[in-house]
């Protein structure tokens, strides 16, 4: 069986971790976290980067900082992973679901517009498949209202909008090193504080509500409780294996695009069954974190994936609907999103990992293509 996906270890992650086990300092913002801070900070310009213990967490992080109080709304894209929603709703918020976009899963600023009221102080986006919104439209909109952009770009390492770095452009950002994301430490995930107002206070909450970061800075001379917060940080040990993986990042996305456009050669304008291929938007960039193709229905899908799972080729769909979900359907007001429903019910993705072979790949466009 040809899985679909296969966690990679990229060569030096257990020197590394060796390195950490004989230092004197395991727990979190020691060398490693700073290495990887600075990788981030630098490549892309990002203002501060925290290392996070998840993805989820860093949205987390990302709610809190918000301020949100009980009643405020949020809006968020019903096709994403529960954590874009969860996060807010852990704050006392209300979220207001948003279709995704015809062309592909992002919400558009035509379906956020109307959601807004007077009690909107969030927009979440999500760049699915690492694949950009249309930010300067998101952006302007939130400016027009006053109210904060957060982007979810646990998908999105090392992607770009009109040449810049997502992550880089709402107010804060998170994203994801889970082992199914391009760029992984098992579990992890980073926020990102673009928004100069909100990074002392982003320290703060990162160490469980101290100023622990200035003490260590020299800027007080005793740390203390100053705000909310939780245990954010992951330990040296995780962030080790991250840096091992971030040194190695031309590699690992040139593999990845290796095997995306290896698909995209073989499938496109070749395949039949009424499938298609998603494009991309002309002001985004890819960064192969996912390859997937769209079914006429959901019976047509679940015959399909059958048949590669038949062949030896495991496939998987992804989010079911959050709006429509067991959790929110009695809290969400009613509204009908079709395009988000028709993303649940048809798409399908294909294996794409950093070990993936050539034969592999031969053999699974080969199935797809001999498909009836
Ligand atoms: C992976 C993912 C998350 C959650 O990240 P974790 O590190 O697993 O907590 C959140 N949002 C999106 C869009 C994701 O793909």
Not at 148 to 162: P, R
Request: glycine share 8%.
């Amino acid at each position: 069986m040809i899985p679909f996906n296969k966690p990679y270890c990229s060569g030096r992650e257990l020197s590394y971790i060796q390195e950490v086990c004989h230092s004197d300092t395991m727990s979190g913002n020691g060398t490693f976290t700073k290495l990887c801070h600075g990788f981030f900070e630098k490549r892309y310009g990002f203002k501060k980067c925290l290392l996070c213990t998840s993805g989820t967490d860093a949205l987390e992080m990302c709610a809190m900082l918000c301020g949100l109080k009980p009643g405020d709304e949020v809006i968020v894209p019903s096709y994403t992973f529960v954590s874009s929603a969860i996060a807010f709703l852990r704050e006392g918020a209300y979220v207001r679901f948003a279709d995704s976009g015809n062309e592909n899963p992002n919400i558009t600023v035509d379906n956020i517009r109307p959601l807004i009221n007077e009690k909107t102080k969030v927009i979440v986006v999500v760049h699915y498949a690492g694949v950009a919104c249309d930010m300067d439209a998101i952006m302007q909109l939130a400016n027009e209202h006053n109210l904060i952009v957060v982007e979810d770009a646990a998908q999105a390492v090392d992607s770009y909008y009109k040449g810049r770095p997502l992550g880089g452009i709402g107010h804060l950002a998170a994203f994801s090193f889970h082992e199914t994301k391009n760029i992984s430490c098992g579990e992890g995930g980073m926020l990102v504080v673009n928004d100069e107002r909100l990074v002392s206070r982003a320290e703060i909450m990162w160490e469980k509500g101290t100023n622990r970061a200035e003490f260590y800075r020299g800027m007080v001379n005793k740390y203390g409780w100053c705000d909310m917060g939780s245990s954010f940080l992951p330990s040296e040990l995780n962030a080790a294996f991250l840096w091992a993986q971030l040194e190695q990042l031309e590699d690992i996305q040139g593999k990845r695009k290796h095997i995306w456009e290896s698909y995209d050669k073989a499938l496109r304008g070749n395949i039949g069954n009424g499938i298609t291929l998603p494009t991309l938007p002309e002001y985004a960039t890819n960064n192969y974190h996912i390859y997937y193709m769209l079914c006429p229905s959901l019976k047509a899908r679940t015959a399909f994936m059958n048949y590669l799972k038949n062949n030896g080729v495991q496939t998987t769909f992804h989010y079911l609907p959050l709006h429509s979900s067991k959790y929110y359907l009695d809290k969400h007001d009613g509204r009908e999103l079709p395009n988000c429903d028709r993303y649940a019910d048809t798409l399908v993705r294909l294996p794409l990992y950093y070990e993936l072979t050539d034969e592999e790949i031969r053999k699974i466009t080969k199935l797809i293509l001999n498909y009836k």
